[in-house]
């Protein structure tokens, strides 16, 4: 049995091509969390996701779907749910991935660290607690290489900048304008957190287990790989000239 909510929660849940997984993903969320309503952003899946999706819709009303025309990235469909979200009234607008690498039966635990004050909560594979099951050495390596770089780059003191797993308060994405984020991929979670500190709010990290897709196919790729290290690079050249300013008052 879930605890009492902080104020009504949505969990985001961008969509391409998830016939395998969605539904199974949809019931464990909602039988971990009742009082969590779903709103999957489907990019116009060809293998029938969004259909799927209406269908259970249509026999339980705390589940919603947009259908997107296009795919457009992580970063848009998460932009367009936020703002769905937002105007529906969620005081807790989260997001999670739909192959079952966030596990439901652990959203509690962000639940928790937003109800005691967190602005951004963040499931981390890298604090104290935090695992990963079934990634390759390579992958690993990649991963926690990217999170220190962006560590050591802008200043970003957050242990898995990466991680799609996370709530935010109601009023972290409207001081963020995140009709101003312009990231597409998975570099837009470490911009939103970059925002969400530049606001002066408060992140907190909680443990997870990521266990790696079992069933359809990983949407990275080396493309999605270079925007996120140019960017981040870009962010990182940016807040050096802005420290020596301060600095030298140039």
Known sequence: M??????RVVMVVPTYNESANIEWIIGRLREAQPG??????????????????????AED?????????????????????????LDAGYD??????????HQPEQLQRLIDAIADG???????????GGSIVN?????????????????LLIGLKVKDATAGFRLFRRGTLEAI?????????????????????AQGLKITEVPIEFIERERG??????????????????????????????????
């Open 36 to 57: 969590v309503d779903v709103l999957v952003m489907d990019d116009n899946s060809p293998d029938g996701t969004g259909d799927i999706v209406d269908r259970m819709a």
């Open 217 to 250: 196919d990983s949407k990275m790729s080396k493309d999605v790989a270079s925007e996120s290290l140019k960017l981040i690079t870009k962010w990182g050249i940016a807040e050096r000239r802005r420290q020596i300013r301060a600095k030298f008052g140039r």
């Open 118 to 128: 967190a602005d951004l909560v963040i499931g981390s594979r890298y604090v104290p």
């Open 61 to 85: 009303p705390q589940i919603k779907v947009v259908h997107r025309t296009e795919k457009a990235g992580l970063g848009a469909a998460y932009r367009h749910g936020f703002r769905v979200a």
């Open 92 to 101: 807790v607008i989260g997001e999670m991935d739909a192959d079952g690498s």
């Open 2 to 7: 879930s605890a009492a909510l902080p104020g």
């Open 177 to 197: 304008d995140v009709e101003s984020v312009t990231s597409t991929g998975y570099v837009f979670q470490t911009d939103m957190a970059y925002r969400t500190v």
């Open 135 to 151: 990634w390759p050495l390579r992958r690993q390596i990649l991963s926690r290489g990217g999170n220190i770089y962006v560590r």
